[in-house]
DNA sequence: TTGGATAGTCAACAAGGCTGACATAAAGTC
DNA sequence: GACTTTATGTCAGCCTTGTTGACTATCCAA
C-alpha cells in the first residue's frame, strides 16, 4: 500500500492513548451537554432522566410491550415499573392489554404524553441539530460510524431495531 | 440552488428530525457501552463512576485544586467530597497543602492510584480504540468535531484546558 | 481588621439504579 | 387437566450519587 491507509504507518496517530483520551473527555463533556437541555424541562414537571427514556422509546415504537422496553433501557423491571406508573398515573402513558398475547401491556403515549415528549426531544434536537449543522454531512456521518462501532455489537441490534428514518 | 452542497437542499437531508433522532440514540446506547467496561471493573473495588471520573482527571492534570476538579466534573462540592474522602482515605489519592496558596489543595495520585486509573483507562481505551479502527481517521475526525460542537462554548473550555496530544 | 474566597463537614433528602421474594394471569406443554 | 414457563406487577430494602442548607476554619487582600 502506498502511503495513506496503510496500517502501522503515520496514519495511525489517530490510535495513540493520547487522542483515545481525548476522545473519552469529549463523550464525557458531550454527553454532559446532551442531557442538560431536557433535564432543566423535566425538572419543570417533576421527572427525572429515566422518564424522558420512556417517553422517547414508547414514542418511537408505539405498541411496544414491557419486556422490549426493558430490553432496550438495559435497566430492571422495578426501576423501569416505578418510573412507569408514575408516568399511567398521570395520564401520559397508557397501558393495552395485548389482544394476541393477553398476558402483554402494550404502551402507548397519551395525547399528554405526546405533548411533553414533543417537547423534550425538540429540547434535545435543538442542540444536536445546531452541531450537526456547524459541523456539517460529512462529520455527522463519521460521528454516527463511531458511536454505531462503539456501541457493540447487542446494543447495535437494539439500535436499528427502532424505526429508521 | 444547484444541488450538491447547497444550503436548503438535498444535502439538508442529514438534519432531518429523523436523523437527529437516530443520533440521540446512538448517543445514548454508545454511551451506555462506553462506560460499562470500566463499571465492570470498579465494581470488584467497591468503586462507582464517580471515583472514577475523579481518577481521570487528577490523573490528567497532576496538582489541580479541589475547586478546579469540582468546575470539569460539574458536581457540587459536598459530593466530590465524599468520592475524595473514600479515595484519600484508600491512598489512591494525595491531597497536599498548596503552597503558594496553603487554602488550596492539590490533588495527586498515589502509585496506586495510578494503577488503578490505568487499568480503568484501559478498559475504556480499548473500546475507544476498536471503535477508532473500525470507523477511520476520518470518521473519528467527524466524531470529534460533532461532539466539540455538541458540548457548547463552556463544556469547550474544560475540555481544552485538558492536557493536548 | 474585615470581607471574600477556598476548603471541609454534618445532616437530610431524592432519583434511580440494584437484589430478592412473591403474586397473578395467560400461554404453552405433556 | 396438571404442570411449567412467561409476562407483568409489587413490596421491601439497599447503594451510589446527586442535591440544599448550615456552619466552621483558614487565608488572602484591600
Same mark, same amino acid.
Given at each position: ?13 489517530f ?8 476522545g473519552?473527555?469529549a463523550?464525557?463533556?458531550a ?40 430490553? =432496550?433501557?438495559? =435497566? ?16 401520559? =402513558?397508557?397501558?393495552? =392489554? ?30 444536536m441539530r445546531s452541531a450537526y449543522r456547524a459541523a456539517g454531512p460529512q462529520a455527522v456521518a463519521g460521528f454516527r460510524q463511531v458511536l ?18
Amino acid at each position: 500500500m502506498a502511503d495513506s491507509g496503510s496500517p502501522g504507518g503515520e496514519t495511525l496517530l489517530f490510535l495513540t492513548d493520547e487522542q483515545l483520551r481525548k476522545g473519552i473527555e469529549a463523550m464525557f463533556f458531550a454527553y454532559r451537554a446532551f442531557t442538560a437541555d431536557p433535564d432543566r424541562l423535566l425538572e419543570e414537571y417533576g421527572y427525572g432522566r429515566a422518564h424522558h427514556r420512556a417517553l422517547h422509546f414508547i414514542n418511537r415504537q408505539p405498541g411496544l410491550t414491557v419486556t422490549t422496553l426493558l430490553a =432496550v433501557l438495559g =435497566v430492571t423491571k422495578q426501576s423501569l415499573n416505578r418510573v412507569l406508573r408514575t408516568l399511567i398515573e398521570d395520564g401520559l =402513558v397508557e397501558s393495552r =392489554v395485548g389482544t394476541r398475547d393477553k398476558r402483554e401491556r402494550r404502551l402507548h403515549l397519551t395525547a399528554e404524553g405526546e405533548t411533553l415528549e414533543r417537547a423534550l426531544s425538540e429540547a434535545q434536537r435543538g442542540r444536536m441539530r445546531s452541531a450537526y449543522r456547524a459541523a456539517g454531512p460529512q462529520a455527522v456521518a463519521g460521528f454516527r460510524q463511531v458511536l454505531e462501532a462503539m456501541m457493540g455489537p447487542d446494543l447495535h441490534k437494539l439500535y436499528q431495531m427502532m424505526k429508521d428514518d
